[in-house]
Structures are given as C-alpha cells and as structure tokens.
C-alpha cells in the first residue's frame, strides 16, 4: 500500500501507533485491499481496470503466510506460504470461484491494533457474494509492517481469512469476531 495514502505519521521505535493511527491505518487499508482484489472478478474489472494490474504479490512480504479456514457443514483448512502463493490464492478465490468481498466499511466493520514495534493488526468483516446472491460473512486479519526497502509502504506479513457460507442474519462486525487473531493458530499440525 502507497505510504502516501495513509496520512498517519511514522511510529517512534519506542511507542505503539496510537488507537487513532491505526484505525486511520485499517480504514484506509481495507477498502484499499478488497477494491484491488475485487478487480481480478471478470464482472467487476470490466467496470475499473486501474487497480485490476496493481494487485499481486508486491503488496506481500516475501515469507508472508494466508491461513484459510472454510466453514460449511464442517471446516476445511488450507495454509499457504510465500507472497507468489498467498497472492494467487487470494486472487483464485475471486478469480476461479467467482466470489466478491464486500467488507464492512463503517466503524463497527473494521478495526487496527498496534505494537511498538511496528505490527499493524487490521480486522475486516463482511459479505460474501457469487453473481447475485450473498453466499455467506467473512473475518480476514492483516499484519501489516511497512518496509524501509519499498518507500516504506506497509506490506502483507500475515493474513488469516475465515468464510462461513449461510444466511446473513445481521451486519458483520468486528466485535463479533475478536477471536480470528487466533483462527488456525491451533490447526498448524
């Protein structure tokens, strides 16, 4: 993501992001990011090309990981490595199974975390869509960490992604799926 997209100022090694900046950071982020990968869909890049040829593995550290989580009538997990392979994963799902997010963009849907030593946690929720019909809610976290190699643009350290096909009883939200830090941490066997 572009450095100068995000107005927050630089971190200090020795204090965290305050709540503000990373929230500005995550808000900023998660349209961002889900515009992008939306693009790669047949019916949406023929709308707007100009993020369609930016999405792909620049935008991942080189040993990022994706941890999926399907949730249907049982769970199916997939963990994936590299920004090549986590990238082409992520398009595939818009790409080959023809899904479109749609995150929750008010505050409720989004939310970014901190530490001092850099980590952006961002966590989106939101609705998943094939042609016309809502499929079923995601969770995805982001790890975020800028890299000083790249103008310092924050780059994809980790991302965890939970599907959960269904109805949509209510609007997703953060507060409701605080737990997906943890999705598949203890499914790594």
Known sequence: MEAEEIQSPQPDNDQDYTVSESQALAESFVPWFYRMLNTCHNAIANESSSDHHSYGAQHFWVDCTLKLDFVTDGH??????GAEVVSRRLQSLVTEEQLIFNPNTTAGGISGQSNRHGLVVTMACGTIHRSHTCVGVFDQSFGLVRDPLMENNWRIRF???????GNVPHTPSVESIREILAITDTKDS
């Open 159 to 165: 991302t965890n992604l939970r599907m959960c096909a």
């Open 76 to 81: 199916r997990y997939e963990q994936h490595a």
